[in-house]
Antibody, heavy 116, light 106 residues
Framework: QVQLVESGGGLVKPGGSLRLSCAAS????????MSWVRQTPGKGLEWVSY????????YYPDSVKGRFTISRDNAKNSLYLQMNSLRVEDTAVYYC?????????WGPGTLVTVSS | EIVMTQSPATLSVSPGERATLSCRAS??????LAWYQQRPGQAPRLLIY???TRATGIPARFSGSGSGTEFTLTISSLQSEDFAVYYC?????????FGQGTKLEI
């Protein structure tokens, strides 16, 4: 069955960087669009980025554009999110998700806390 | 940017009853709408996509309807495991957007 496991979350100071990883299994990874979605108590669920199966296209909302970079390694069945210039408002649980429109499968999430 | 509004914020119902949850889009999203369930301490789970298509493994008591700007998720006979938070999401235009959720409680 589909399994997604995120890692790399933690505590970071404002302006710092983190790289999240997601290990995928149970499906043909390269065939699927993948996304990152985050969740905060205050703002709820927010789509953060998506990448096509071949990495030919990536998309970001304005809130993270220029600061976050999504990438994937199909040989390793892995998805990544490089987060730079982190802000307090980026504090959230980050989910690795299968899909680029509706989100079919979700990992358990990893907590990112941005605080001084 | 499309804004999704869910109502009510909290719905109190009893096991065995029918629950009807609403989701409204600020502009038409056609049928490009999904519903998710989130139980405490868990990630969201896809229930419905394309407004009315049940995802794999989702029981028939969950049904979706609507198009354009008005959508409904109906749970025909509530089971104990259905008490959770439900979110709608549009994927008709960028950026995809979620509603703020409806909490289904006893």
């Amino acid at each position: 069955q589909v399994q997604l496991v995120e890692s790399g979350g933690g505590l970071v100071k404002p302006g710092g960087s983190l790289r999240l990883s997601c290990a995928a299994s149970g499906f043909t990874f390269s065939d699927y669009y993948m996304s990152w979605v985050r969740q905060t108590p205050g703002k709820g669920l927010e789509w953060v980025s998506y990448i096509t199966g071949s990495s030919s296209s990536v998309y970001y909302p304005d809130s993270v554009k220029g600061r976050f970079t999504i990438s994937r390694d199909n040989a390793k069945n892995s998805l990544y999110l490089q987060m730079n210039s982190l802000r307090v408002e980026d504090t959230a649980v980050y989910y690795c998700v299968v899909g680029g429109s509706h989100f079919d499968y979700w990992g358990p999430g990893t907590l990112v806390t941005v605080s001084s | 940017e499309i804004v999704m509004t869910q109502s009510p914020a909290t719905l109190s119902v009893s096991p065995g009853e029918r629950a009807t949850l609403s989701c409204r889009a600020s502009q038409s999203v056609s049928t490009n709408l999904a519903w998710y369930q989130q139980r405490p301490g868990q990630a969201p789970r896809l229930l419905i996509y394309d407004a009315y298509t049940r995802a794999t493994g989702i029981p028939a008591r969950f049904s979706g309807s609507g198009s354009g700007t008005e959508f409904t998720l109906t749970i025909s006979s509530l089971q104990s495991e259905d008490f959770a938070v439900y979110y709608c999401q549009q994927y008709n235009s960028w950026p995809q957007a979620f509603g703020q959720g409806t909490k289904l409680e006893i």
